[in-house]
Structures are given as C-alpha cells and as structure tokens.
C-alpha cells in the first residue's frame, strides 16, 4: 500500500472527499451492521406476571416464564433472531452437584416451551453451564476445592439433551472445561439431535466484568473462589486459537469469544485464522459500564453502542449477545 501512494500526496488525494455527505459515507462504508447481528438475552425467574429490574444492569429485567414470550416477540418484531436464556435459580433447588440443571421441569425448559407454544418465530440458545444451579456457583463439580473436568461433562451431556429436547435450538457449552464439545456433540447425535448445532464459548476468560450477569443469575453471593483454573488468562492470546481450533475439532458449528471490548484482537485472529461463524458476548460489566457513563452525562448511550457494536463487526464478529440488544433493533430500524 505505500507503494501505491508514493507517489500521490495533497492535494490529489483528499481523504475527506469521501465523507462529505451521509449518502456517500454510507456508500463507502467498509462494515454494516443489521438487526439480524444480533442475540437478545433473557433472564427467567419463577412467578406469574413478574418483571424484576437487575440494579446492577439499569434498563434489564428478570422476567417470569408466563412473560418470556412477551419479550421474546418483541424481539422477533423488531427482527432479531436469537434469543439467549439464563435462569436465575432459587437457592433452595441449588446444590454441590447441580440437580436443577437436569430436570426437565427446571426454567430455562420451561422457558423454551413457553416460546414454542406460543409460535414466535425465533431462535433459542441456552448455556450449558451448571453455575446457575450449584450451590458454589462453579460451572462444574468441585471436590476439595477442585472442578472435576470428566465427572462434570457427564452432567453436562445430559443438560445439553434435556435443552435440545424441550426444543432449545442452539445448545451453548459455556463452562471451558477440557473435551466438553466432543462428548456433547455425541451426545445429541447418539440421542436424535444430530441437527442441533453447537454454539461453543471457546475462548472464555476469567474477566472482571462478569460480576452483573452473576447478581442477574443469582451466583455472586455463591461463589466460592475464582474460576481462573477453567477460564482462561486474560494475558494469554494464542491460547485461544488453540482453544478454537480443539472446539473446532470436537464438532463445533460456531464459536463465540467472551468478553468483547477488551477481546477485540481474539474476534479478528479468530475470525482470520478459521473462517468459522464468530460470535462476540458483549458482556453485562460492559453494558453496565456505558449506562453508567451515560446516566452521569459523560456519554450519549444510544450512539455509544452503536459504536461498540460496529466494532465488534469491524473485528470480524458474525453476531452479537448484547444487552443492548432491542435498544439497537429500534435505532437500526429507525
């Protein structure tokens, strides 16, 4: 490229040319983003009639299942695709070995029939992760201290087919723990869900701005320690590639990367390295970060993500879980 301008200087070449106007600055846009970018998530708590502001996370609401398809189809209005769903279990259906997650009367399946039922035509992703369910608020089991890698993707095989069968659509191993892909691929497959893809959190770290999504599920106050063992190390970048490329291997369909601002580096080496459907979390410490910002009047909200978003894409994001999710449908459609 310096070639190509050695010998072009000012005033031949005037770089403002091209953003003189809107029309032209749209015409010369290198990225676009669209509703269909983008994954709603959604918190699910029990009760009838119930929508329950997150302090931590202004502007997002935990929502009884009789409402999920209420905010399910105002999502699907506005265009959006996917919708994620979380659970915010009680404390006393919690425990070491994460019983919830395997009934098939827990919340999320619920949740995922309430939308079938209700013929919404939309996506479904559910976490396969058994934080929100175990009493220590770790993503797999612990004994002395330690997450027992094989004995907890055992338990997840089996929430992961529980998710398919109450008609989850993408099933999502957020938990980073070593072969959980491989024997979850099998899993379904071995149990007539051969088309149910696998959306795997294949680089994950151990971020300080997880806290929000924690108060929004029910786990800050349950964790005990760190997840530093599973999750990974956020100095650490060829770490992730080999993370995607083993996901890759075991049968993944799609990756996601977590979280997203400071991670822009692994979307592109990612998104360069393997051509796979990419997918970014912009996580709830980001989201709660820029409302925070803009109720002070330090920042205006609205084009402040829209900013982040088209910097995810820019990085080579295919899709984006954010929170701000509807609040960029509406600006994006108008």
Known sequence: MNDLFASSRFPAIRMRRNRQKPWLRSLVAEQSLSVSDLILPIFVIEGENEKRPIDSMPGVQRWSIDLVPEIANSA??????????????????????????????????????????????????????LDPYSSHGHDGIVQDGKILNDESIDILCEQAIGQAAAGCDIVAPSDMLDGRVGKIRKALDSNGFEDTPIMAYAAKYASNFYGPFRDAIGTLETLTGDKKT??????????????????IGEGADMVIIKPGLPYLDIIYRTKEAFCIPTFVYNVSGEYA???AAASSGSLDYEKAIMEILIGFKRAGADGILTYSALDAARILKG
């Open 76 to 129: 699907s209005e506005l265009g959006i695709p996917l919708v994620a769903l979380f659970p915010y279990i009680e404390k006393k259906r919690k425990t070491p070995t994460a019983e919830e997650a395997l009934n098939p009367e827990n919340l999320v399946c619920r949740a995922l029939r309430s939308i079938r039922e209700a013929g919404i035509n939309i996506g479904t992703l559910c976490d396969v992760a």
């Open 230 to 247: 599973y999750q990974m190390n956020p100095a650490n970048s060829d770490e992730a590639l080999r993370e995607v490329a083993l996901d």
């Open 289 to 291: 970060m820029i409302k």
